[in-house]
């Protein structure tokens, strides 16, 4: 059985900064890629940030900059530096253990709250 537990998130000011966990248990962590996505209210949920196990990453537009991830495959975690956050950046944050072909996800966590408000 594969979990995934996100930590991290919280109430910022505009232009702070969280960074997020993701603890995954199971053996199959490092071979897979692994994912950030978001979905703020009334919205569709959408990708924000990807890792391969090979060290490749991906980022959307809106994050560009900003946003950094990052795993430790010793500790089974993959993480999410977001810096000079904006009140369009509010959302449940979730992450993913990815397809390795398809990219899609295939376990889900649970989410983490980032509101970022003055």
């Known amino acids: 059985q594969v979990q995934l537990v996100e930590s991290g998130g919280g109430l910022v000011q505009p232009g702070g900064s969280l960074r997020l966990s993701c603890a995954a248990s199971g053996s199959i962590f490092s071979r897979y890629p692994m994912g950030w996505y978001r979905q703020a209210p009334g919205k569709q949920r959408e990708l924000v940030a990807t890792?391969?196990?090979?060290?490749?990453?991906y980022f959307a537009d809106s994050i560009k900059g900003r946003f950094t991830i990052s795993r430790d495959n010793e500790y089974n975690t993959v993480y999410l530096q977001m810096n000079s956050l904006k009140p369009e950046d509010t959302a449940l944050y979730y992450c993913?253990?990815?397809?390795?072909?398809?990219?899609?996800?295939?376990?889900w966590g649970l989410g983490t709250q980032v509101t970022v408000s003055s």
């Open positions: 993913a253990i990815l397809n390795i072909m398809s990219q899609t996800p295939r376990y």
């Open positions: 890792f391969t196990s090979s060290g490749n990453t």
